[in-house]
């Protein structure tokens, strides 16, 4: 139980262009998703908070124009990078949190691999 | 502030020498501290939440356990395939959001 997805597992792009990540809870609803960044040989970075149909929330300097997050659903939210650009070449990897017992507990996406030419 | 921090960054043992990890922390009301073990290039795998001093909680050759200002992984007679990074993250009180340590980079020689 409690596994997450996301999609696509890793995308290259070109500079400019948008991309979009999705990540779903496979068998579980998930009522807050969140969104990490990691750097190599780094921990997580917290990005933004997503709640089922409201506003992300989004940590101190991040860019929500930068970086749009939907939670159109109980098992889906998605990350769009805007007009991406080589800085923003990261591992992007999403958890969600349970509405049932253990709701504490996050589970995590296998990660997609961002690189931005 | 609150804060976590892990020891050692990096750890080599030889198959069947058990050690632990260290994650000490400080947070303002302690609502659950989570352990997990990441592979290169994937997500963290989820692996135990401890909530109060004095509970532990064990999966095969690892045990968890915690204290008031710290926990402990004990990885016991580990193998190979038991190398990889541990995180460990606290949750505070009134929030959902994890705090994360840097990891313990593992490596078991065989």
């Known amino acids: 139980g409690a596994v997450v997805s996301q999609h696509p597992s890793w995308v290259i792009c070109k500079s400019g262009t948008s991309v979009k990540i999705e990540c779903r809870s496979l068998?579980?609803?998930?009522?807050?998703m969140f969104w990490y960044r990691q750097f190599p040989k780094q921990s997580l970075m917290l990005m933004a908070t997503s709640n089922e149909g409201s506003k992300a929330t989004y940590e101190q300097g991040v860019e929500k124009d930068k970086f749009l997050i939907n939670h159109a659903s109980l098992t889906l939210s998605t990350l769009t990078v805007t007009s991406a650009h080589p800085e923003d070449s990261s591992f992007y990897i999403c958890?969600?949190?349970?509405?049932?017992?253990?709701?504490?507990?996050?589970?995590f996406g296998p990660g997609t691999r961002l690189t931005v030419l | 502030e609150d804060q976590v921090t892990q020891s050692p960054e990096a750890l080599r043992l030889q198959e069947g020498e058990s050690s632990s990890l260290n994650c000490s922390y400080t947070v303002s009301g302690l609502r659950g501290l989570f352990w997990y073990r990441q592979d290169p290039g994937k997500g963290p795998e989820f692996l135990f939440t401890?909530?109060?001093a004095g509970e532990e909680k064990e999966k095969e050759r690892l045990k968890a356990t915690l204290t008031k200002k710290e926990s402990f992984l004990h990885i016991t007679a580990p193998k190979p395939e038991d190398s990889a990074t541990y995180l460990c993250?606290?949750?505070?009180?009134?929030?959902?959001?994890?705090?994360f340590g840097t990891g313990t980079r593992l490596k078991v020689l065989a």
């Open positions: 401890l909530y109060s």
């Open positions: 993250a606290v949750q505070g009180s009134g929030t959902y959001k994890y705090i």
């Open positions: 068998d579980f609803q998930a009522t807050t």
């Open positions: 958890s969600a949190r349970g509405t049932s017992e253990n709701t504490d507990t996050q589970y």
